[in-house]
């Protein structure tokens, strides 16, 4: 087998040594939940105020973007969102061992792809933070229209509409996107890491 003839290198550097020149503990901070439950919005703040207010060293993965690189060619069937998921789950992997604070927003909908990505990452650095929203709430916002087209039939397995969505049973945190802001939800997640001492107080 090709794999036989595979063998991967011992670095000198290692993620302990890459973590203390950035003066932080690197952590995967994985966002699920459905479409238009804010999660790209509540990611993109998360890493502005980590890196200005904090000056955090962070990386964030974006479903959308990905999708339209590394993982492009990739469809929506189960197999299809399996991979995706894999994939950015090694990529968390090679950012988190670079001492980074990743951040990823990706709907992730089934929670065996969820714990595979956490069985990736040094235990209790992969944190599963959900963001919670009411279906009938993510599908009046529709940002990007994409309920309205599920609906009509011209997207299949849609999640939520036409494939299913395994909320967390455990999650390290869940924000609840449709009672709260999007600043509330970030300082929700700001002070679960500063209580676990992922990030200190400036100053």
């Not at 011992?10 to 040594?17: T, Y």
């Not at 189960?78 to 894999?86: L, M, S």
């Not at 599908?139 to 039939?153: C, F, I, S, T, V």
Request: hydrophobic content about 35%; overall charge negative; proline content about 5%.
């Amino acid at each position: 087998m090709a794999e036989d003839n595979i063998f991967p290198h011992l670095h000198q550097v290692d993620q302990n040594l890459r973590s203390g020149l950035k003066n932080q503990h690197p952590v995967v901070i994985w966002l699920t939940g459905l479409s238009g439950s804010g999660k790209s919005t509540i990611a993109n703040a998360l890493e502005y105020r980590l890196a200005n207010d904090y000056r955090s060293h962070t990386y964030l993965l974006d479903g959308d973007n990905i999708r339209k690189g590394l993982n492009a060619g990739l469809g929506f069937s189960d197999e299809d969102r399996k991979e995706n998921i894999r994939r950015v789950g090694e990529v968390s992997k090679i950012l988190y061992n670079a001492g980074l604070i990743v951040i990823t927003a990706f709907i992730s909908p089934f929670r065996a792809d969820r714990e595979m990505v956490r069985g990736m990452i040094e235990p209790g650095a992969f944190w599963e933070v959900f963001v919670s929203c009411p279906l009938e709430v993510c599908m009046q916002r529709d940002p990007k229209g994409l309920y309205r087209k599920a609906l009509k039939g011209e997207i299949s397995e849609f999640t939520g509409i036409t494939s299913p969505y395994e909320e967390p049973l455990a999650p390290e945190l869940q924000v609840k996107s449709d009672q709260y802001s999007v600043d509330e939800c970030v300082a929700q997640i700001i002070g679960a890491m500063l209580e676990k001492q992922i990030i200190k107080q400036p100053g």
